[in-house]
């Protein structure tokens, strides 16, 4: 898979109990400007055949390892961050949609790039999806 994103600034409006809840739907919201190549039936990987928990990662920025982890570190489960965000957005009156993009959690911390950057991430079960910001 290939990500091409844009930079975007995101506050943390409406931010009232330190969780970052509100301030990770609205870092969603502002990841509006991607583009992404879908993947080919033949190259899905349907939860039959995937384990979300046990997803391993490694991701890279211009080649140097920066961030390693595991799908379990997602709020225990992704599945479960996935149902703790579709409940949210439902909530603050803006649910999912059928055709939505749903970024269901982190497998690592974030790190900062920059213009030109290009960070590639390999995940067990999945493959590699490589991102340049321009």
Known sequence: MTLEARQATV?????TDGSGAVGTVEAMRALRSFTV???L?????P???FEPVEAEMTM????EVVA??????????PLRALAWLAETARELGDPLRAGQVVLS???????PV???AEVVADITGLGTVRAHFV
Do not use: F, I
Not at 41 to 45: G, H, I, Q
Not at 68 to 77: H, K, M, Q
Not at 105 to 111: K, T, V, Y
């Open 11 to 15: 506050a943390n409006r409406g931010q």
């Open 37 to 39: 190549r879908p993947r």
């Open 41 to 45: 039936p033949e190259e899905l990987a």
């Open 47 to 49: 939860l039959e055949r």
């Open 60 to 63: 890279t920025l211009d080649g």
């Open 68 to 77: 390693t982890g595991a799908g379990a570190a997602c709020l225990g489960d």
């Open 105 to 111: 959690g982190a497998l690592g911390p974030m790190r």
């Open 114 to 116: 920059g213009t030109g």
